[in-house]
């Protein structure tokens, strides 16, 4: 599987970006797509995820009511809609795959140790 995203940059607190994470190599049945973001200093935490069978996703608390996670099953790609950007959501964001992984309403927080492929990441900068 072979993850690229997209989209990543500078914004001001308040502003939106939309992210993307175009997939290949892979069919999409049973695979679960996570979003993480890396702070500095702090550990890599998922924020998002959506399973690309049942369309189930999950929000971590912090990003709920502000990022919107998508699937485009033509393009084979997986948005982050991120709006009401603030300063703490600064970081680089990473977009991973793998099957198996639970994701949805009821379950926790996608960790990193779940998911097997990864893209190469993309910075975003939230300015106050």
């Known amino acids: 599987v072979q993850l690229v995203e997209s989209g990543g940059g500078l914004v001001q607190a308040g502003g939106s970006l939309r992210l993307s994470c175009a997939a290949s190599g892979f069919t999409r049945d049973g695979y679960v797509i996570g979003w993480f973001r890396e702070a500095p200093g702090k550990e890599r935490e998922g924020i998002s995820c959506i399973n690309l069978t049942y369309g189930t996703t999950y929000y971590t608390k912090s990003v709920k009511g502000r990022f919107t996670i998508s699937s485009d099953n033509a393009k084979n790609t997986v948005a982050l809609q991120m709006d009401s950007l603030k300063p703490e959501d600064t970081g680089v964001y990473y977009c991973?795959?793998?099957?198996?992984?639970?994701?949805?309403?009821?379950?926790?927080?996608?960790?990193?140790?779940?998911?097997?492929?990864w893209g190469q990441g993309t910075q975003i900068t939230v300015s106050s």
């Open positions: 991973a795959a793998d099957t198996g992984p639970p994701c949805g309403e009821l379950w926790y927080s996608p960790k990193p140790i779940d998911f097997g492929s």
